[in-house]
């Protein structure tokens, strides 16, 4: 079963940037897109970014110009690069895997990757 890893995640400043790494294991993920969620506190898992297999990315508009997701088959892994971050970026992320970007989620949560921006 394909399974994540997320890292990367930690504490920085507002208008700072992380990379977040989410890699996967069981399965190749070159045949399935890979989407990252955002989970603040209190709330539920929100989409922020997916990337098809094809390479073709969607964003959530408030991410838009900030977030750049991109992929490496290779490495079995997906990067999150997240830049301009605001108080509001604070929370986990986790990231799965979809038939493609907008279809239901097709593997368990991870233990995602902590965020907090805060001065």
């Known amino acids: 079963q394909l399974q994540f890893v997320e890292s990367g995640g930690g504490l920085v400043q507002p208008g700072g940037s992380l990379r977040l790494s989410c890699r996967a294991s069981?399965?190749?993920?070159?045949?399935?897109?890979i989407g990252w969620y955002h989970q603040a506190p209190g709330k539920e898992h929100e989409g922020v970014s997916c990337?098809?297999?094809?390479?073709?990315?969607w964003y959530v508009h408030t991410n838009e110009g900030r977030f750049t997701i991109s992929r490496d088959n290779a490495k079995n892994t997906v990067y999150l690069q997240m830049n301009s971050l605001k108080p509001e970026d604070t929370g986990i992320y986790y990231c799965?895997?979809?038939?493609?970007?907008?279809?239901?989620?097709?593997?368990?949560w991870g233990p995602g990757t902590q965020v907090t921006v805060s001065s």
């Open positions: 069981g399965l190749s993920l070159e045949h399935y897109a």
């Open positions: 990337i098809n297999n094809d390479g073709s990315t």
């Open positions: 799965a895997a979809f038939q493609f970007c907008g279809a239901n989620t097709l593997t368990p």
